[in-house]
């Protein structure tokens, strides 16, 4: 059994596919599609996301210093495909896709009212590296959808069905094949 040797690229996959809204300015919002977020560090807490410079949304992510991650879902899938190829400069995507945006506690962008989970961030710092300028951002506030908690409060994102994506396509995650240090844990 051989490998190919392929040429340098970024095979890190699959990756979290999130709708990235913004606000240009009050009630004049816009949403991108970005695979290319991650998290950054846990105290304070903080995440990345990649952008194009020449992409509509850039300019507003420069300009006004905040975002609000979205997670998707297996329901979101089309718009979050949408989101990713249609520019804000042609189209009102919450109106065209029949999203609804919500107020935010602590930045000016909305929350999409059908993410299970939406992460208020506030941009840091710009590194430009290439293609992509990298948005290191400061995680201002989370919202968790209500209907995804149990009895006992605990938040079951799997039922709200998430997806990846890899190689050009969306994928829904699947079942679950352990826990955090399942593979040292003492057998009964």
């Known amino acids: ?18 709708m990235v809204s913004l606000a240009e300015r009050e009630a004049k919002y816009n949403i991108i599609t970005v695979a290319w977020a991650g998290t950054v560090c846990t105290n304070p807490p903080m995440v990345s996301i990649s952008v194009r410079p020449e992409r509509f949304s850039h300019r507003i992510l420069r300009d006004t210093g905040e975002f609000v991650i979205n997670l998707t879902t297996k329901e979101l899938a089309y718009a979050a495909d ?11 995507k ?38 992509h300028d990298m948005f290191l951002a400061e995680v201002l506030g989370v919202h968790a959808d209500e209907k ?3 009895h006992r409060h605990k ?12 190689h050009g396509g969306y994928f829904a995650c ?15």
């Open 1 to 18: 059994m051989g490998k190919e040797i392929w040429k340098p690229g970024n095979m890190l996959y699959p990756l979290p596919v999130v």
């Open 82 to 92: 949408y989101c990713g190829v249609k520019s804000g400069r042609d189209v009102d």
């Open 94 to 131: 919450f109106t065209a896709l029949g999203l609804t945006p919500l107020k935010a506690d602590k930045v000016s962008a909305p929350l999409i009212g059908e993410s299970p989970v939406n992460i208020e961030c506030g941009v840091r710092q710009v590194l430009s590296l290439g293609s």
């Open 148 to 150: 995804y908690m149990d």
């Open 155 to 166: 938040f079951h994102l799997e039922k709200a069905e998430p997806i990846v994506y890899s």
């Open 174 to 188: 699947g079942e679950q094949v352990g826990t955090f240090g399942f593979s040292v844990r003492k057998k009964s």
